[in-house]
């Protein structure tokens, strides 16, 4: 279980490697979502033109990211805050990151999925530029008669000459 972080508490971003693997996995048990367990993690991390990113901070994780580009796209597969360390730009940070990342490996758009019912992270992802291109009905499970649409979200990277933020 990860231990509540101060309000305010200073991070770092690093890369991720199949090291990280245990912990980004640890990370998506204090969550809401899917859980992942390292080797899936680290089976993302291992594939070409894939990469993840990792906050940390008071000594802990906080936070990673998992995304992979291909053929001039690129894709967030997972990104995961910890419920204590939410609200602190860690997120934001973390896809700042990726987007980064990602141009600098010639992808010029980005896409993610997101549940209809995440509101925080839909305007994080609206703050970034990202719009609705499409939805998946009944995508993420809530509990065993419970579904949530997933919205797929894309985001131009690269704009008339100019690099997005």
Not at 51 to 63: D, M, T, V, Y
Not at 75 to 84: D, G, H, R
Request: charged share 20%.
């Amino acid at each position: 279980m990860t231990p509540p972080v101060q309000s305010g508490t200073e991070f770092t971003i690093d890369d991720a490697d199949l090291s990280s693997a245990p912990l980004m996995a640890a990370l998506t048990e204090t969550t809401s979502g899917e859980s992942w367990d390292s080797e899936s993690v680290a089976n993302i991390l291992a594939l070409p033109r894939s990469f993840g990113l990792i906050a940390h901070g008071a000594g802990q994780p906080l936070g990673f990211l998992l995304a992979q580009c291909a053929a001039g796209e690129s894709e967030i597969i997972n990104l995961v805050v910890a419920p204590a360390a939410r609200r602190q730009g860690i997120g934001g940070a973390l896809l700042a990151g990726a987007m980064a990342r990602a141009r600098g490996m010639a992808a010029q758009i980005m896409f993610l999925e997101v549940a209809d019912d995440n509101a925080a992270a839909r305007a994080l992802y609206d703050r970034q530029g990202f719009a609705q291109v499409g939805r998946r009905p009944d995508y993420y499970r809530r509990d065993p008669v419970n579904y949530v649409d997933a919205l797929i979200l894309r985001c131009e990277l690269i704009t008339q000459g100019k690099i997005s933020a």
